[in-house]
């Protein structure tokens, strides 16, 4: 089925059933993957970027994150009509995961007593909550991501991407993301990706999980405006760097 829609919706449910469950392995309780840390959970996302875009990637380009969508349409690479369209692909695809996780966790949820951890396997939280200083760290986040993205898949001769749907783009954008996490993530969890956030969160308030805290909304805006804002600027900057050429090799 040749349809970027589905093919949206599918790339970024893997992108979480990957992603949150790789959180779900190390926080919740009785786990064989429990306490295994910080690099764990990075490579963990890393990956999970990486089978989302490969499975989207040669029906829709692989964006599976509404601020990537936006920001390319903003610099002429993706028609706006597209952009609706895979942002709702987007959120039904991250909320799908999300619930794909619980099940596959569900007597793990059960047996972990901290409703914050529970929370953090759906959505990203500050380590210190300055909103101020949260959707900073987002917006710089997202800046090197999209950035990144442009810079090292946009690079052949004839000005057209190269790495996305190729064989070597997505494990090249999981690099980037991977180093994103481990250098930027310590502050807000790096949620640089509107739809892996709030499709979650939206997941956790409304499945039964035993024990469960609210599912904090009120620090949910951070991780969808903070990306966006990140991912214009990054593109435009690459626009305003290298023009409508390709990076260099």
């Not at 799908?96 to 966790?105: E, F, N, Q, R, T």
């Not at 569900?106 to 200083?133: M, N, Q, S, W």
């Amino acid at each position: 089925m040749n349809n970027p829609f589905i093919g949206e919706l599918i790339g970024t449910m893997l992108l979480i059933i990957f992603g949150d469950g790789v959180v779900a392995n190390v926080v919740l309780s009785k786990n064989k993957g429990q306490n295994s840390g910080w690099i764990v959970i990075t490579t963990g996302w890393a990956m999970a970027v990486a089978v989302g875009v490969y499975a989207s990637g040669p029906i829709s380009g692989g964006f599976i994150n509404p601020a990537v969508t936006i920001s390319f349409a903003v610099i002429g690479k993706l028609p706006w009509a597209n952009v609706v369209p895979y942002i709702i692909a987007q959120m039904i695809g991250a909320f799908l995961g999300a619930v794909i996780v619980w099940v596959s966790y569900r007597r793990h949820f059960e047996a972990t007593e901290d409703a914050d951890l529970k929370l953090a396997v759906f959505c990203t939280g500050p380590a210190i909550r300055d909103y101020a200083a949260n959707i900073v760290t987002e917006i710089v986040g997202t800046f090197t991501l999209v950035f990144g993205v442009l810079s090292m898949t946009y690079f052949d001769g004839a000005k057209t991407p190269a790495g996305i749907g190729s064989t070597w783009g997505p494990w090249v954008v999981a690099v980037l993301v991977w180093a994103i996490g481990l250098s930027l993530g310590g502050p807000t969890g790096y949620a640089i990706n509107p739809a892996r956030d709030l499709g979650p969160r939206i997941a956790h308030a409304i499945l039964p999980i035993p024990g469960k805290r609210n599912s904090d909304f009120a620090y949910g805006w951070i991780p969808v405006v903070g990306p966006i804002i990140g991912g214009v600027i990054g593109a435009l900057l690459y626009v305003a760097t290298f023009g409508s050429a390709p990076a260099p090799h």
